[in-house]
């Protein structure tokens, strides 16, 4: 008798809280969607119409802010900047890490825990705490206003989750290739690189879409370190687009659709790495 | 992660073996071998495994140490003094910065202003985003693409949120018709002009731009939990509920206690969309630690003392972290195996 009564509720219940998740999940969607989706409308409208009626499709459509701002020099210039300084941060971390994390995984040594949370501790230092002082770090470089001055403190600050995130992976690479590796007469140097780093394609893959991601939002250290406009990168150049026109909410509008676009086309791209990444660099660490 | 699919292994050993010379069996064949191939005895060879280590370590220490750890002691040292970051280091305070931070209200009120996004998030974000992830976490048609919308504000840049929840929230603008329109004119705000409420805003839309991130980390100790656990409890005639509160939740304790770390962390240091959005104003009512840091030390030239500010916050971090450590994420393994033998 049980059993006949569970049949029968069961479908229905199932069916509202179907519909309960459905209405949710839905909801939320939509609280992350409308906003991208006014900027990107927004910048087809005038700033006129955004004043005058908030909330509405464009009517008629303008294309005149995206036009300016694509045949203009600035945001490609800033997308350069943006592309170089990942790209650089992505060429200095991704060796050094793997390099570090190679050792720290495969070999024994004395001392090795202790430089692994010697690393680790970077974690707790975040950029923002040591601004002040890379600042003045970085003029006695000479590195203020040049691409190697966001780059490196960025590959630098990017070490610890690196390191965090491939070193179990290095030494899930099974002992016997290593060893037969040695018995062709293949040292260290081979065996990390004809091996060790084919074999960790997808976790570098991970790791470098991180850097990537970080480094392509990043704004408080290219704030202080870049001067001259014509280094800016893009979330510089949002900034300063929107307190330069901040009357014009359309051009604004505009501006920041097309600035989101990178990252959107990465995203949808690479958002298994992103996904899994995170996920196995918090819950390892 | 395995280390590749098994095909990438085999072409590997395939490649590692030169075809010409014959498999010879290893004395050491199939013991794990320790973890170093070099270095059996010969002197030259420890010494040759001791380059091979140093040289291996060298560009990743000498990166970190530059950059990392020298500004970090520097900005120790010059916490001690009355610096505005271009003339020489002489103006010797001693402790003089910290005691005025600690005694500035402006400061204190940047601390307090963070705990209450701490307390805010700990309360209401992490929830919320533990409840999508175990939405998310049943099979339904969709279920992928809400998975990618939700987690999209997390790959967008601070600024660029920042920017577009300004002309949203702007008096008159989208966010308060949107509301008119819904029949809620009424709980429309100055939402970034009001000292009273700025702070609350700023956490929705911090709520908007990171729970997806705290969500996909929920989701993925979800799917480490074996179905098997839960399908026991519902057999045993536990309730959804109590499935969840009982078996679900415990088991996913480790996952959720290293979201809350984050989250802690993340606040501590909120910057970016602070500074975006009101620059830590009205009258300093949305000031954060690192928006005070930054306003006190680079906009009115005070590098001595913003160094002090830093170093406080630092200690803060520490602190903290030292004692999540210690209190908290310690439990981890025992926490788990006991409330599995509960349930």
Same mark, same amino acid.
């Given at each position: 008798m049980t059993a006949a009564v569970v049949t029968r509720r069961r479908p229905v219940r199932r069916k509202v809280s179907r519909g309960a998740a459905y209405a949710i999940g839905v909801g939320v969607a939509l609280v992350i969607v409308v906003p991208i989706v006014y900027a990107v409308l927004g910048g087809f409208r005038t700033t006129g119409q955004i004043s005058a009626r908030p909330v509405a499709l464009p009517d008629p459509w303008v294309f005149e802010n995206y036009r300016e701002i694509v045949t203009s020099g600035d945001f490609w210039r800033q997308v350069f900047n943006s592309v170089v300084i990942a790209a650089i941060t992505l060429a200095v971390v991704v060796p050094c890490a793997s390099m570090a994390a190679f050792v720290l995984a495969r070999y024994s040594f004395a001392g090795r825990e202790a430089v692994y949370i010697f690393f680790t501790l970077g974690l707790l230092f975040p950029l923002a705490v040591a601004i002040l002082p890379l600042f003045i770090s970085l003029r006695t470089f000479g590195l203020l206003d040049s691409w190697y001055g966001v780059a490196l403190p960025q590959a630098a600050f990017a070490l610890p989750t690196t390191i965090i995130v491939l070193r179990p992976f290095f030494r899930s690479i099974p002992a016997e290739l290593e060893e037969a590796a040695a018995i062709d007469g293949c040292g260290p140097f081979r065996f990390f690189w004809r091996i060790v780093l084919p074999l960790s394609r997808p976790v570098l893959a991970t790791v470098s879409v991180l850097a990537i991601v970080t480094s392509w939002n990043a704004f408080l250290l290219p704030l202080i370190v870049l001067n001259s406009p014509d280094l800016w990168t893009l979330p510089l150049g949002v900034q300063n687009f929107s307190t330069q026109y901040s009357s014009d909410t359309a051009r604004i509008l505009a501006f920041t659709s097309l600035s989101m676009v990178p990252a959107l086309v990465f995203y949808v791209i690479a958002e298994r790495q992103i996904v899994s990444g995170l996920a196995s660099g918090a819950v390892k660490g | 992660m395995p280390p590749g699919p098994d095909g990438t292994l085999a072409s590997v050993e395939r490649r590692a073996v030169p075809s010409g010379?014959?498999?010879?069996?290893?004395?050491?064949?199939? @013991?794990?071998?320790? !973890?170093?191939?070099?270095?059996?005895?010969?002197?030259?060879?420890?010494?040759? =495994?001791?380059?091979?280590?140093?040289?291996? !370590?060298?560009?990743?220490?000498?990166?970190?140490?530059?950059?990392?750890?020298?500004?970090?002691?520097?900005?120790?040292?010059? $916490?001690?003094?009355?610096?505005? /970051? !271009?003339?020489?280091?002489?103006? &010797?305070?001693?402790?003089?910065?910290?005691?005025?931070? !600690?005694?500035?209200?402006?400061?204190?009120?940047?601390?307090?202003?963070?705990?209450?996004?701490? /307390?805010?998030?700990?309360?209401?974000?992490?929830?919320?985003?533990?409840?999508?992830?175990?939405?998310?976490? @049943?099979?339904?048609?969709?279920?992928?693409?809400?998975?990618?919308?939700?987690?999209?504000?997390?790959?967008?840049?601070?600024?660029?949120?920042?920017?577009?929840? =300004?002309?949203?929230?702007?008096?008159?603008?989208? #966010?308060?018709?949107?509301?008119?329109?819904? /029949?809620?004119?009424? %709980?429309?705000?100055?939402?970034?002009?009001?000292?009273?409420?700025?702070?609350?805003? *700023?956490?929705?839309?911090?709520?908007? =731009?990171? %729970? #997806?991130?705290? *969500?996909?980390?929920?989701?993925?100790?979800?799917?480490?939990?074996?179905?098997?656990?839960?399908?026991?409890?519902?057999?045993?005639?536990?309730? =959804?509920?109590?499935?969840?509160?009982?078996?679900?939740?415990?088991?996913?304790?480790?996952?959720?206690?290293?979201?809350? &770390?984050? $989250?802690?962390?993340?606040?501590?240091?909120?910057?970016?969309?602070?500074?975006?959005?009101?620059? /830590?104003?009205?009258?300093?009512?949305?000031?954060? *630690?690192?928006?005070? *840091? %930054?306003?006190?030390?680079?906009? @009115?030239?005070?590098?001595?003392? #913003?160094?002090?500010?830093?170093?406080?916050?630092?200690?803060?971090?520490f602190v903290f972290a030292l004692g999540y450590q210690r209190f908290v994420l310690r439990r981890d393994v025992r926490g788990a195996l006991t409330s599995m033998g509960a349930a």
């Open positions: - | 010379s014959p498999p010879t069996p290893h004395p050491d064949a199939g @013991r794990p071998v320790a !973890l170093s191939p070099v270095g059996r005895g010969r002197v030259g060879s420890v010494w040759r =495994k001791r380059a091979t280590i140093a040289l291996f !370590l060298l560009p990743a220490v000498a990166l970190y140490i530059l950059f990392v750890l020298v500004p970090i002691f520097q900005g120790a040292y010059y $916490s001690v003094f009355d610096w505005n /970051g !271009l003339a020489p280091l002489t103006d &010797f305070v001693g402790l003089d910065n910290y005691r005025e931070a !600690l005694a500035d209200p402006d400061f204190l009120a940047s601390v307090r202003h963070v705990f209450v996004i701490v /307390g805010l998030s700990l309360v209401l974000q992490l929830p919320f985003a533990l409840g999508l992830a175990v939405l998310l976490n @049943r099979k339904f048609r969709g279920r992928a693409v809400l998975r990618l919308l939700f987690f999209l504000p997390y790959v967008l840049a601070e600024v660029i949120t920042a920017v577009v929840w =300004k002309l949203i929230l702007q008096p008159g603008g989208m #966010g308060d018709r949107t509301l008119e329109l819904l /029949g809620l004119g009424a %709980f429309s705000h100055l939402w970034l002009a009001d000292t009273g409420v700025v702070l609350y805003t *700023m956490f929705l839309v911090i709520t908007w =731009k990171y %729970f #997806g991130f705290h *969500m996909i980390l929920y989701l993925a100790g979800l799917q480490q939990i074996p179905q098997e656990l839960q399908e026991a409890a519902a057999i045993d005639g536990a309730s =959804k509920w109590k499935t969840f509160r009982h078996v679900t939740l415990p088991l996913l304790g480790p996952t959720i206690r290293i979201s809350v &770390f984050l $989250s802690i962390i993340g606040s501590l240091q909120l910057f970016d969309l602070v500074w975006v959005m009101t620059g /830590g104003g009205p009258l300093d009512a949305s000031n954060t *630690m690192a928006v005070y *840091m %930054f306003d006190r030390g680079f906009q @009115r030239s005070r590098f001595g003392y #913003g160094s002090a500010v830093a170093v406080l916050v630092f200690l803060l971090c």
